[in-house]
């Protein structure tokens, strides 16, 4: 089993700043990429910001230059800094990884197993005066 555990959101004013976590625990093997995406009210979840097991990143335009994704690879952890917040980055954020799930039976993943996705709950992110 796997699970993943975000925290960090709540309410923020315009231009203000929050930082989420989203710490991945339980039979893993190795974390492939690890992300967050977003759902705004009334609209479709989209890419908010990616980061590979090596480090390299991807962001959606509507966030370059304020926000900054980065992972503990020692904690299984990927954080999300938001700065200079904007009402339309309201919405719902969630975490992803993708990875290897261990078998403790083998000792290493299941084939077929070597790439699955795994979301975290969501965390509220509101951005109001």
């Known amino acids: 089993q796997v699970q993943l555990v975000e925290s960090g959101g709540g309410l923020v004013q315009p231009g203000g700043s929050l930082r989420l976590s989203c710490a991945a625990s339980?039979?893993?093997?190795?974390?492939?990429?690890m992300g967050w995406y977003r759902q705004p009210p009334g609209k479709q979840r989209e890419l908010v910001a990616a980061i590979t097991s090596g480090g390299s990143t991807n962001y959606a335009d509507s966030v370059k230059g304020r926000f900054t994704i980065s992972r503990d690879n020692a904690k299984n952890t990927v954080y999300l800094q938001m700065n200079s917040l904007k009402p339309e980055d309201t919405g719902v954020y969630y975490c992803s990884a993708n990875l290897a799930e261990l078998d403790y039976g083998l000792g290493h993943p299941r084939p077929g197993s070597y790439e699955d996705d795994y979301w975290g709950q969501g965390t509220q992110v509101t951005v109001s005066a």
């Open positions: 339980g039979s893993i093997f190795s974390i492939n990429a």
